[in-house]
């Protein structure tokens, strides 16, 4: 069975831009969770989308946002770029409706220049 | 904040077993105790969870001490490519509204060496 998937893996945009970040969930999982991590802060969990409603969020500001598509793919976005939101983005999926084990991405390594 | 207390760093020799402690003192009676490990800029990976009782997997053991304050990882047989940063997370179990958000703490970074 085929993991998380996250694309793209890598992007560079500078201050100001939007970015979008997609993930594909383990075949079968309906829930996909979110984190960021950088040197400064470690992981931290960003939102958590089940059924195509956020579930769980995060303190994260307005500017991140998510949603998730009726085939449980899920996006995320982040408007008005800044040089701190550089950083490693994860994504996770699980079945969904409790204590499943979540599995991760490789991430998407975004640097904000 | 994370729930978990871990040591920042340990080494340990390859082949012999690698011990990761972790402390939750505070852990609840409906709290789960995962670990998952992180090589350097990947996705962090599954290692195996448990309850109360102690756990085994193809990877792992799971050692929960019967107050539930503690746990340890187990890793039978260190080769160099265990190295990497382990996460022990507490979870809230099943019927909280929280159960999909893992609380990371700064982990152990465990340094197999030859």
């Known amino acids: 069975k085929a993991g998380v998937t996250q694309t793209p893996r890598y992007l560079i945009k500078t201050r100001g831009q939007q970015v979008t970040l997609s993930c594909s969930p383990i075949?079968?999982?309906?829930?996909v969770s979110w984190y960021q991590q950088t040197p400064g802060q470690g992981l931290q969990f960003l939102f958590e989308?089940?059924?195509?409603?956020q579930r769980n969020k995060g303190n994260f500001p307005g500017r991140f946002s998510g949603r998730q598509f009726s085939n449980s793919r899920s996006e995320m976005n982040v408007s008005t770029l800044e040089l701190g939101d550089s950083a490693l983005y994860l994504c996770a999926s699980s079945w969904g409706s409790g204590q499943e084990t979540q599995y991760f991405g490789p991430g998407t390594r975004l640097l904000v220049l | 904040d994370a729930k978990t207390t871990q040591p920042t760093s340990m080494d340990c020799a390859e082949g012999r077993a690698a011990n990761l402690p972790c402390n939750h003192s505070t852990i609840s009676g409906n709290e789960y105790v995962y670990w998952y490990r992180q090589i350097h800029s990947q996705g962090p990976q599954y290692i195996i969870h448990g309850l109360k009782n102690n756990e085994t997997n193809e990877m792992a053991s799971l050692i929960i001490t019967e107050d539930r304050k503690s746990s340890t990882l187990i890793l039978p047989h260190a080769t160099l490519r265990d190295t990497a940063v382990y996460y022990c997370?507490?979870?809230?179990?099943?019927?909280?509204?929280?159960?999909?958000?893992?609380?990371f703490g700064q982990g152990t970074t465990l340094q197999v060496k030859p």
């Open positions: 075949s079968g999982h309906r829930s």
């Open positions: 989308y089940f059924s195509e409603t």
């Open positions: 997370i507490v979870r809230v179990g099943q019927g909280s509204s929280n159960t999909g958000k893992l609380i």
